[in-house]
């Protein structure tokens, strides 16, 4: 088992910044993971957001967030990172950090093995 913690959310103005963050404990030594970033908002489905995978060579971006969000990971620490820059309104969304135990980066929620307990993002206006 893996089990994925984030932090790093909170309450931030349109325009401004935020960097999510998901530690990674348990098994993490049995392979390599892909790891990704989902998002859900009030009423809305899940959705995929950014993914990376073990050597951090192959990334992977919602079109919405391209160009604003950065994936990036630290395998020494098991910590992966979001970085959003340049947040709207519609950023507005519980984040969660998920994890594959097959090394290929993939955008269909289904296909990760493990997943945090999400945190909060608001942007205001």
């Known amino acids: 088992q893996v089990q994925l913690v984030e932090s790093g959310g909170g309450l931030v103005q349109a325009g401004g910044s935020l960097r999510l963050s998901c530690a990674a404990s348990?098994?993490?030594?049995?392979?390599?993971?892909?790891m990704g970033w989902f998002r859900q908002a009030p009423g809305k489905e899940r959705e995929f957001v950014a993914a990376?995978?073990?050597?951090?060579?192959?990334?992977a971006y919602a079109t919405s967030v391209k160009g604003r969000f950065t994936i990036s990971r630290d395998n020494a620490k098991n910590t992966v990172y979001l970085q959003m820059n340049t947040l709207e309104p519609e950023d507005t969304a519980v984040y969660y950090c998920?994890?594959?135990?097959?090394?290929?980066?993939?955008?269909?929620?289904?296909?990760?093995?493990?997943w945090g307990q999400g945190t909060q993002v608001t942007v205001s206006s």
């Open positions: 348990g098994r993490t030594y049995d392979g390599s993971y892909a």
């Open positions: 990376i995978n073990w050597s951090g060579g192959r990334l």
């Open positions: 998920a994890a594959r135990n097959v090394d290929s980066i993939v955008v269909v929620a289904t296909l990760y093995n493990y």
